[in-house]
């Protein structure tokens, strides 16, 4: 037999899984020529079709802030319990934040 594998996207199957009218389509060209300005909050949303830039599972759905920019990625801060992580991620698994004010 093969030893069972025990990388770190084993086990997010689930969570990583498109529909399957959504496999292997390319993220829509507004999600990529959106520009992040340093302040902007964004969701990752992790597109498991896009391998590159992907961070690790146990940031999807997190709410982070725009620090910079590096190369074609963003850098993110990203809270996670009491500290405070910086993620470099594509834009192919960010989107907006929209936070309704008043």
Same mark, same amino acid.
């Given at each position: 037999? *093969?030893?069972?594998?025990? @990388?770190?996207?084993?086990? $997010?199957?689930?969570?990583?899984?498109? !529909?399957?009218?959504?496999? =292997?389509?390319?993220?829509?060209?507004?999600?990529?020529?959106? %520009?992040?300005?340093? @302040?902007?909050? *964004?969701?990752?949303?992790? !597109?498991? $079709?896009?391998?590159?830039?992907?961070?690790?599972?146990?940031?999807?759905?997190?709410?982070?802030?725009?620090?910079?920019?590096? =190369?074609?990625?963003? %850098?993110? $801060?990203?809270?996670?319990?009491?500290? %405070?992580?910086?993620?470099? *991620?594509?834009?192919?698994?960010? $989107?907006?934040? !929209?936070? !309704?004010?008043?």
């Amino acid at each position: 037999m *093969v030893k069972h594998s025990k @990388g770190y996207r084993t086990r $997010s199957r689930s969570l990583l899984r498109k !529909n399957p009218r959504e496999r =292997g389509a390319i993220p829509p060209l507004s999600r990529l020529m959106y %520009e992040y300005k340093p @302040g902007d909050y *964004v969701v990752i949303k992790i !597109n498991s $079709s896009v391998y590159a830039g992907m961070p690790h599972r146990r940031y999807q759905g997190k709410v982070g802030r725009i620090i910079g920019k590096r =190369g074609r990625a963003y %850098e993110i $801060s990203v809270k996670v319990g009491s500290k %405070e992580k910086i993620l470099i *991620v594509r834009p192919e698994h960010l $989107s907006p934040f !929209n936070v !309704n004010k008043g």
